[in-house]
């Protein structure tokens, strides 16, 4: 499995501006059950520092810059979210830590389940294990 999945998204331009359409099932491959946004975040308090059992999600940064780190607890890769117009999909079983945020940093995020505590895996260790044991 590659580590670093985007989703390009079309945008509608014209002399008004950008425009992009997000459909459940169409170009986002899941059904939408919930949306939340991350905003004012400082660049030395990085944020997420977790997986999930099972929940999937899409993150577009819609304006500013961060960097995410993704792990698989094999290997793991840091990318730059800079653009409004793809999406970065978070598999289940994604470790992933958002650094450095630019001071109008906005992060969207589409999900395919409400909010659920008991989905999060928040100990890295815990994590490693999971991961073991799925080999
Ligand atoms: P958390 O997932 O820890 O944020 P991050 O991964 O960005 O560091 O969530 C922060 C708090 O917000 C935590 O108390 C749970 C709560 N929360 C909700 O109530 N609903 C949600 O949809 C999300 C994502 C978080």
Redesign the pocket.
């Known amino acids: 499995m590659t580590l670093v999945k985007w989703i390009e998204f079309r945008v509608i331009g014209d002399g008004r501006g950008d425009l992009v359409a997000l459909e459940g099932n169409k170009n986002i491959p899941f059904v939408i059950k919930?949306v939340?946004f991350?905003k004012n975040m400082k660049s030395d308090h990085p944020?997420?520092?977790?997986a999930h059992k099972k929940l999937k999600q899409i993150m577009i940064c819609l304006a500013g810059t961060c960097q995410m780190l993704l792990d698989n607890g094999r290997s793991k890769e840091s990318i730059q979210l800079n653009s409004f117009s793809k999406g970065l999909v978070i598999e289940n079983m994604i470790w992933h830590e958002?650094h450095d945020f630019s001071e109008d940093c906005i992060l969207m995020i589409l999900a395919d389940e409400f909010?659920d505590?008991q989905d999060?895996i928040r100990d890295y260790q815990e994590f490693i294990s999971l991961v073991q044991l799925e080999v």
Not at 47 to 50: E, V
């Open positions: 919930r939340y991350l944020r997420g520092f977790h958002m909010y505590e999060y």
